[in-house]
């Protein structure tokens, strides 16, 4: 059976480590020598356990198990930093934060821009409808009330919450961002959100105006009504 295409393009498991690895190394030169501490140190603990128990061959092979786990989890949370902070001060950092969230949820990045470039993402999971922002405390929060109008039409009964994310006084840092959308309370099952993001889906998305004076001709588009 012939590959697809994109199966062809797709790097393999190993190639994708050695990629990760070189980012935590640029983010981080010290990441990957703790890395191969963490899981040397596991094994290491366990040999000497053994030596102590009597029980050597057995517990060389739980800290074979256990040495890699261990490697493993301290590379992901190093990936994970290290995917932080490439992502941070980028124009859309916390679309690529949200967008990598596991679960139910649906993302729909920059559902509203202004001249600035300040975005607001949607985001529909468990919670309800999380709103997030992207640009100063002092010119966001006049977008996040205005799509919050524009969702409640929409999504009525339906909880709507609005984060800054940023590091200005009251926002969340991209770092903590899907820690803190963990933590918001569980009000909608599963079918409701996808019930709630189709309806959502329906509503115009809104567009930053051009700055300055329209070109000499140009007309404004107009809405199309239903």
Known sequence: MAKKPEDQERPGRIKQLRMIAGIIKQANPK??????ASALGTFALCV???LVTGSIWYLIFIGLMLSLTVGLVVFGQLAQRAQYSMLHGQPGAAAAILQGMRGTWEVAPAVAVNRDQDIV???VGFPGVILVSEGPGSRVQKMLVAEKKRVQR???DVPVYDIQSGDGEGQVPIAKLQRHLMKLPRNLKKPAVYEVNNRLK??????PMPKGPLPRGAKMPRPKMR
Do not use: D, E, K
């Open 31 to 36: 990441g990957m020598p703790i890395v191969y």
């Open 121 to 123: 993402h949607r985001v």
């Open 48 to 50: 000497v356990i053994g």
């Open 202 to 207: 329906a509503l115009p998305q809104t567009l």
């Open 154 to 156: 929409v999504a009525l």
